[in-house]
């Protein structure tokens, strides 16, 4: 959400932006506003899959998983192309404006900025040894799902048998 408002920002600092004035007859779907966050965006699916593939509950890499890896290389090229490039016959459809290519390139940029980010702070912070072990002192213990389980642990916490009928059972 940051970079999405940060990238919002940069361009409303732009020479080119022109602000949307609202018109109560339209839906004011194009226009440069969601233009820009629609492509930013895209990206941050992409590092959000990516992202989320790297920690538990998963075993392997994600690049070890074929279908998974190639619908990566497949959405990221995809995305390349509306960002990078204006076709009308894909931008009518979805309702995308033509930016200037220096705000298409630095939008590829904030992109590539945000998944370093990302994927630093999933790898640093979350799928660490050290975070994974703070993580589990702080999440309180959750009870079995079995009873069995639950029985056993609270006949185990107790002190069983009680004094009062070992003392019972010796006289």
Not at 83 to 111: E, H, N, Q, T
Not at 138 to 166: D, G, T
């Amino acid at each position: 959400m940051a970079f999405q408002v940060g990238f919002y920002q940069y361009l409303k600092a732009q020479s080119f932006y022109t602000p949307l004035t609202p018109d109560p007859d339209s839906r004011n779907v194009e226009c440069m506003e969601n233009t820009s966050i629609f492509l930013f965006a895209n990206f941050q699916y992409i590092v959000l899959a990516v992202a989320f593939s790297l920690s538990h509950p998963f075993r392997q890499p994600f690049y070890t998983n074929f279908l998974f890896l190639a619908s990566l290389v497949f959405i990221t090229a995809f995305s390349l192309y509306l960002a990078l490039g204006y076709d009308s016959w894909i931008a009518g459809p979805l309702k995308l404006v033509d930016l200037p290519s220096s705000y298409r390139g630095a939008l590829v940029g904030f992109a590539a900025f945000n998944a370093v980010v990302t994927l630093a702070y999933e790898y640093a912070l979350i799928a660490s040894p050290r975070a994974q072990r703070l993580a589990k002192m702080l999440r309180p213990k959750r009870k079995h799902k079995n009873e069995y389980k639950n029985v056993a642990v609270s006949i185990m916490k107790a002190k069983w048998p009680s004094k009062a009928l070992v003392r019972a059972k010796s006289a």
